[in-house]
């Protein structure tokens, strides 16, 4: 006897993985137009991150929707972030922990081949597109239906290897492409332009079905450049530099500074010689990307406004991770302190939904994950619930955001190695067991470690209560190269060589 499967869905009527049915045109399914903006920090205007940030666009989606103010990334570089985001588990669930290669991952059925969200949703009954950079370390053409490409993914980048003010030093770890400047001339040479085109061009199409469409925008990846306009409202002499301090890292256990360390990215000094004179150039030009990014992030939203999918389609923005610009000596991602996991995040319900309504310009301080993004994008979608996400739907926080919610939010960097932030408090714990904890309501720059007071003992406690009890060994789709020398002896001591 054959057997029939009956699936019912959001309003679509599958047989045995056939051609989906609508059973009524109301039930259909919101449309998904998921943005994804890479190595975006807390510099946008409804964050406060930075005074002379201009993020006009994402403000205004954010004060249409909901806004998560205290929500953090899973792992504080590319694809560690990514993967756990699209798969739906942590990092110390897959061992995903360090940037992926190869098609390892495609390989490893138990956690991402076939459970990426988009994989997800068009096996439901969707449509999926993308462009620009979505996944790392999972192709795009196996995740979505439709790609159309990165462009010229970070670039353009001026010929022959040209820098304009920050050269690799020449030590023997992996390198970064950090540079900034006034780069091309034309906003239709950079990839995140000709992103904002093709989903443009997606949106004005006809859909027979509901879409899934996600636009990775590379800036502010670095190098930071962008066309020399995007730079004229940020004029250096009136450049607002972020608060540091020389002794930041003094109070900060020994492995603590040994697994930051970058060596080849610019370090405070760098930033801080001949008068701040590089620190006032990298401010401007990230301040700058962000403004572009932010352009094209209006262009995709404009695109939307005026189709026909204005009402029924739902909106998320979030980056991947965030950024130090000198804090902590640094310019880089790769920490577990409060610049490098605090990201944007927001859900615009969509137009038609009376959760739109009901919701509309609210902000949450609970902590938050980018791991919440897979379950509550199936649960406002109405799609069958995937019982193994580790995340938690965020709808109910969306309709009270001073409900009841989890502890804390966890970070992790390399294995064993753990960031959990409340809406007060920061805790770190690394792999030898050192420690530090950081009180926002009175030290939001992170300056003063108070692990070592007695009084917190109780809160310490309450923190390591909450920590992994299991860290999975490392992905075999683990990239090989290190970024200083703790990694170098940890991934070693770990397999990885």
């Not at 930075?50 to 909901?66: E, F, K, M, Y």
């Amino acid at each position: 006897m054959v057997r029939i499967t009956l699936v019912f869905c959001c309003g679509l009527l599958f047989f045995g993985g056939g051609a989906p049915l609508k059973v009524r045109a109301d039930d259909a399914c919101p449309n998904v137009l998921l943005i994804a903006v890479d190595d975006l920090n807390d510099w946008v205007g409804c964050l406060g991150g930075h005074p002379q940030s201009l993020t006009p666009n994402i403000d205004r989606l954010a004060a249409a929707g909901v806004l998560f103010t205290n929500a953090h990334c899973q792992g504080p570089i590319c694809g560690p972030s990514r993967a756990s985001i699209l798969s739906g588990f942590y990092p110390h669930t897959t061992g995903v922990y360090q940037q992926p290669s190869g098609k390892r991952m495609e390989a490893d059925e138990k956690f991402f081949k076939g459970q990426m969200l988009p994989e997800y949703f068009s096996r439901n009954g969707y449509e999926t597109f993308a462009v620009g950079k979505i996944t790392h370390g999972y192709r795009h053409e196996t995740a979505f239906d439709h790609y159309g490409g990165k462009f010229d993914g970070v670039g353009p980048k001026p010929a022959k290897g040209r820098r304009f003010n920050y050269f690799l030093p020449d030590v023997p770890f992996t390198g970064t492409q950090t540079d900034w400047g006034a780069f091309p001339d034309q906003d239709e040479k950079m990839p995140d332009y000709q992103s904002a085109d093709w989903a443009s061009e997606v949106l004005e199409q006809t859909h027979e079905r509901p879409f899934f469409l996600a636009v990775g925008f590379n800036r502010p990846h670095v190098p930071w450049y962008v066309p020399k306009k995007w730079f004229a409202p940020f004029p250096l002499d009136k450049i607002v530099l972020p608060a540091v301090i020389e002794d930041d890292l003094e109070d900060i256990p020994l492995i603590g500074v040994k697994i930051h360390e970058l060596p080849k990215y610019p370090s405070l000094e760098f930033l801080q010689a001949n008068g701040n004179e590089q620190f006032k150039k990298c401010v401007q030009a990230y301040l700058a990307c962000n403004y572009f990014v932010d352009h094209q992030v209006g262009r995709v939203l404009k695109s939307l406004e005026q189709s026909a999918y204005a009402k029924n389609t739902l909106v998320i923005l979030f980056s991947d991770h965030g950024y130090h610009l000198g804090e902590k000596g640094r310019v880089s991602k790769h920490s577990l302190w409060e610049e490098s996991t605090r990201v944007p995040f927001m859900i615009l319900p969509p137009g038609d939904s009376q959760l739109r309504n009901k919701v509309a310009g609210r902000k949450s301080s609970k902590p938050v994950e980018l791991i919440d993004l897979y379950p509550t994008l199936t649960e406002m979608c109405g799609l069958p619930a995937k019982a193994s996400n580790e995340g938690r739907s965020l709808v109910p926080l969306m309709k009270d955001p001073s409900m009841e919610w989890r502890f804390s939010a966890l970070s992790t960097y390399a294995r064993k190695n753990h960031s959990l932030r409340t809406e007060r408090f920061r805790y770190i714990r690394y792999e030898n067991g050192a420690e530090e904890l950081y009180d926002h309501q009175f030290d939001p720059e992170e300056w003063e470690n108070i692990a070592g007071d007695p009084e917190q003992a109780e809160l310490i406690f309450r923190f390591r209560l909450e920590l992994p009890r299991q860290n999975a060994k490392y992905h075999a789709a683990t990239k090989k190269g290190a970024v200083n020398q703790w990694f170098q002896d940890h991934l070693k001591a770990n397999g990885i060589e």
